[in-house]
């Protein structure tokens, strides 16, 4: 359960939507979580998605869940420049284990 | 609430120095886990403490080791510091309870450390 993927980097307009994917290997995780880190500060929890859901929608944020596929997309809506950030995906197992992906760096252009 | 606090901030070492950084989770977490982030690696599981006992463990090698209060308050340390020792060490803590929910972890802002 410890390959969590995602691309590196992504750019977008201000305005545009902006979608960050994530792969997994590991499909007995219970909750899969999106992360955000602003420069200089620690990791903040966005939204999290239950296993055997297939989407979660949170005002701008919309989570789909592909269980066969294994992959996990966050959607931002109307992306603003403060969105501007590294976003990262996270599996859990059990509760405790958490393992997460390598992270995404977002490029909001003005 | 307190968030989660770590300190030092920043603190610069040298190759074959030790270091010894600070957690204190949010009032009533039991469980405190530890990562490593660097641009190349991405974050790294160190280990998680519970109730003053290591119940998970990363791949690290020994020279990276921690411990847990009575209060929660956890501590990591690395001995014999190399360059690749250099990245921002991040805490996290959550209730530590078995779950009937998602386990929400809070991170603190991390410790940056710079070895020379």
């Known amino acids: ?110 | 609430k307190a968030g989660v606090t770590q300190t030092p901030r920043y603190l610069i070492k040298t190759r074959g120095q030790q270091v010894t950084l600070s957690c204190s989770p949010i009032s009533g977490h039991r469980s405190v886990s530890w990562y490593q982030q660097t641009p190349g690696q991405g974050l790294q599981f160190l280990f998680e403490y519970f109730s003053e006992t290591q119940r998970n463990k990363g791949n690290f090698p020994g020279r990276f080791s921690g411990r847990q209060f009575s209060n929660s308050r956890s501590e990591m340390n690395v001995s014999t510091l190399e360059l690749g020792d250099s990245a921002l060490y991040l805490c996290a803590s959550y209730s530590g309870a078995v779950p009937s929910g998602a386990n929400v972890l809070t991170f603190g802002a991390g410790s940056r450390l710079t070895v020379l």
């Open chain 1, 1 to 110: 359960g410890e390959d969590v993927e995602q691309s590196l980097f992504l750019s977008v307009r201000e305005g545009d939507s902006s979608v960050i994917n994530c792969t997994y290997t590991d499909s007995s995780s219970t909750y899969l979580y999106w992360y955000k880190q602003e420069p200089g500060a620690g990791l903040q929890l966005l939204t999290y998605i239950f296993s055997n859901m297939d989407m979660k929608q949170d005002q701008r944020l919309t989570v789909l869940l592909n269980k066969k596929d294994k992959h996990l997309s966050l959607r931002i809506a109307d992306t603003q420049t403060g969105d501007s950030a590294i976003y990262f995906c996270a599996e859990s197992f059990t509760g405790n284990q958490f393992y997460f992906g390598t992270g995404t760096s977002l490029t909001v252009i003005p």
